[in-house]
């Protein structure tokens, strides 16, 4: 095979919080450029079948993925997992227990948006939630645009739906060492998604990688939609330092949200080893 460089391997579909379906989301995709893809839905894997014919249809590779979101030191983040086998029953297992308590949660946060004068975001939100188990924050975001009471989803998290806001409530999700083992042992590869985006000291930081590594893991990504020019450079740095591989992915949502789209993004660094590269017998 040639030389991947356009590799995309983090975006979200109707099938959980992202606006295309994976089929518009294949043909944007491979028009922007892009030679591998993975469709990440977080906590679901049901869009993987169809993202992987859309790939071939398109002319691209493919990789399965997921992203999955876990509770570490109190804190949410969250880890791709990229080339499983789609069909392993653990891991379908345990994505279909990550999901579940999102519905008991979305009632929770509409009971606190109703407190502060925000009625009906449950029923709202819902009317943008493509697979009922999996309504999320994103959805509720969407809600309060289309309302007016803010003017775009980053207004909406930045007023309504992060720690110590109005709406969020507190989730406890899958934990770091199942969620690395379930798609380690489904053949799959586990990557730290965009790191930069939490609010760890550097000690909890340090820790997250010792844990997430002495679990399985594999992987970082160094450049997403979510990281700045400077931090492309500082998590390059970690994976030759830790010895991880590096991914890229824009964490596409939506044209109308997203700020970054598909196979856009910087290439990675020539001295990094992409993950891709130790996933070549997984790719379709
Ligand atoms: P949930 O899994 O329900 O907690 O929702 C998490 C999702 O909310 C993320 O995957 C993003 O798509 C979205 N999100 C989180 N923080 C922000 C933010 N500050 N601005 C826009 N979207 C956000
Ligand atoms: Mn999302
Ligand atoms: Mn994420
Ligand atoms: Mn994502």
Redesign the pocket.
């Known amino acids: 095979m040639t030389k991947i460089f356009n590799a995309d391997l983090h975006c979200h579909s109707v099938v959980s919080?992202g606006t295309l379906t994976p089929e518009l989301l294949a043909q944007r995709a491979a028009v922007n450029g892009v030679e591998l893809w993975a469709l990440t839905d977080?906590d679901e894997i049901g869009g993987q079948h169809r993202a992987a014919a859309a790939a071939k249809a398109n002319g691209m590779r493919y990789l399965t993925g997921t992203e999955i979101?876990v509770t570490f030191a109190g804190e949410?983040v969250h880890i791709v997992g990229l080339g499983f086998d789609p069909d392993d029953a653990q891991l379908c297992q345990g994505l279909h227990d990550t999901r579940h308590g999102r519905g008991p949660r979305a009632m929770e946060m509409s009971d606190q948006l109703a407190k502060v004068g925000i009625h009906g975001a449950y029923e709202g939100a819902l009317k943008y939630v493509g697979n009922p188990e999996l309504i999320?924050?994103?959805h509720f975001?969407r809600f309060l645009v289309e309302t007016g009471i803010c003017k775009d989803?980053?207004e909406v998290?930045r007023k309504y739906l992060?720690d110590g806001k109005p709406g969020f409530v507190p989730h406890r999700w899958a934990a770091l060492g199942d969620a690395v083992r379930w798609i380690t042992q489904a053949g799959g590869a586990a990557v730290v998604a965009h790191p930069g985006r939490y609010k760890f000291t550097a000690n909890e930081e340090y820790a997250l990688f010792t844990e997430f590594k002495a679990h399985g893991g594999v992987g970082v990504e160094v450049v997403t939609g979510s990281h700045s020019p400077a931090e492309f450079v500082e998590y390059a740095s970690l994976a030759k330092e830790l010895g991880l591989v590096a991914s890229r992915g824009s964490d596409f949502?939506s044209p109308d949200e997203s700020h970054t789209d598909l196979g856009k993004l910087p290439f990675l660094s020539d001295e990094l080893t992409p993950v891709w590269e130790t996933l070549a017998n997984r790719i379709q």
Do not use: K
Request: charged share 15%; proline share 0%.
């Open positions: 919080d977080h979101s949410t999320s924050r994103t975001a989803t980053a998290f992060t949502h």
